[in-house]
């Protein structure tokens, strides 16, 4: 029997049914929480640059916590080092879904998107590196994150009709690239390393995945158990986010009846994603976005730090330069090709959408700075001004390609058969 030829992955490919609605389901609740993000910023930043900035510097400053514990903590540490751990551990929900029950277990379809993060955390990187030669290098890792929640505010505005394969696209770049970030985080920036508390995280840790594993759904059980992991893991020395995405990879995806239908780290991802988009991130930006700018003179030396402008340069030139640069080379290795009606400027638009870094960008510079010292609120003043910038760019981009978007998302919707599945994903 003569076998069909072998199709090329596509760059931009649209994806099953099941997983685009998915996605989209997804993306609904990331772009509240992007909103959210949005407005807990814009209150961070006229509060710190207001008459009442001292209570701003107050409330960050206030502790809270168990101190035999170890936990006794500022209210801007728990929100880096707690909250975002629930952000982390949606993230590798995301993450384990994808590549266990997604589209990207195919490694054809995985190459491009994961190629693209890896590109786009390796060319900022550099540029910071090539900005601070001899200087503050320890940012490098600041530019080379990427926002998702961001991103899908700036998204909402842009348009409602981008079709499914710029938003799968982007959302699985957005989920790699959290990955590649906690990895950095967890190796580049733990300052010392305690044994024990490290060795002792694996116990709960252990305990909470054979619950899972047997597919047990009570808080009463699990939170304790992922309470530990936490607190042990921030004991170790280890950034405590990084204890968030080794309990979300610890949950299955699959049913154990290996019937059809969402798993336990479906579930679990219904019920911490609204959490985490509309808590946790939105609540950390409003600890960490407010920088006391002190006018136009105090805004240009910001501006003009090295670390500053490596940072920008990163965000605005490096992210999409990273990006499209490794898709292109993927895309010829690999012999795939871009889906009908989209062209090469549309992954140089969510390239330049994915220069938008803002959470996990405060968060290593914190990490690599020190909260509250004059280099963190530069890196802070940075981030906010590429993030604007990838903003603004990316907007002008995507518009441009606005008539063409809606035209294939109205045929995204076109369902003559009736049985709830768009003919494009039939054909």
């Known amino acids: 029997m003569t076998q069909p030829p072998h199709r090329a992955p596509d760059v931009l490919g649209r994806g099953s049914w099941p997983e685009a609605r998915r996605i989209a389901d997804i993306l609904r609740k990331e772009t509240i929480g992007g909103v959210l993000l949005l407005a807990g910023a814009i209150v961070a930043l006229i509060w710190a ?3 009442w900035a001292d209570s701003y510097e107050a409330l960050l400053g206030f502790t809270v916590g168990p101190e035999a514990l170890h936990l006794d903590l500022s209210l801007s540490k728990w929100a880096a080092d707690g909250l975002l751990a629930i952000f982390f551990f949606v993230a590798g929900l995301e993450l384990k879904r994808e590549f266990v029950a997604g589209d990207l277990r ?6 491009v998107p994961v190629a693209a993060a890896f590109g786009g955390v390796a060319v900022p990187a550099l540029i910071y590196v090539l900005v601070n ?3 503050a290098t320890e940012g490098w890792a600041v530019p080379t994150a990427t926002d998702i929640a961001f991103a899908l505010a700036v998204l909402a505005v842009v348009g409602r009709c981008l079709p499914s394969a710029l938003r799968t696209f982007l959302l699985t770049l957005a989920v790699v690239d959290d990955l ?9 920036y733990t300052d010392h390393l305690s044994v024990w508390p490290l060795l002792g995280m694996l116990v709960p840790l252990a305990l909470f995945t054979v619950l899972v594993q047997r597919r047990v759904r009570a808080w009463w059980l699990l939170l304790p158990l992922a309470f530990a992991t936490w607190a042990l893991m921030h004991a170790s020395g280890v950034h405590a986010t990084v204890a968030g995405v080794l309990l979300g990879f610890a949950v299955p995806v699959l049913r154990r009846d290996g019937a059809d239908g969402p798993g336990l780290a479906e579930h679990f991802e219904h019920r911490f994603r609204p959490l985490s988009a509309g808590v946790a991130v939105p609540i950390f930006a409003l600890m960490s976005a407010g920088v006391a700018i002190g006018g136009l003179s105090g805004l240009g030396s910001a501006l003009t730090d090295p670390v500053a402008v490596g940072v920008m340069a990163g965000l605005i030139l490096g992210k999409p330069i ?3 640069a ?5 895309a010829r290795f690999t012999r795939a090709r871009i889906d009908a009606g989209l062209a090469w400027i549309d992954v140089v638009g969510l390239a330049v959408l994915a220069g938008i870094g803002f959470t996990v960008s405060l968060l290593i510079g914190e990490l690599a700075f020190g909260a509250g010292t004059e280099r963190d ?3 802070k003043v940075a981030v906010l001004a590429g993030s604007l910038a990838a903003a603004l760019l990316a907007t002008v981009i995507l518009r441009l390609r606005n008539r063409t978007y809606r035209r294939m998302y109205e045929a995204e919707q076109v369902d003559e058969d009736r049985d709830d599945v768009p003919d494009v994903y039939q054909s």
């Open 322 to 324: 990273g990006i499209v």
């Open 326 to 330: 490794a898709t292109w080379l993927t």
């Open 377 to 379: 609120a530069h890196v």
């Open 106 to 111: 195919d490694p054809r379809r995985a190459a």
């Open 49 to 51: 640059n207001s008459p």
């Open 133 to 135: 030669a001899g200087g």
């Open 180 to 188: 590649l970030a906690i990895v950095i985080i967890a190796i580049f």
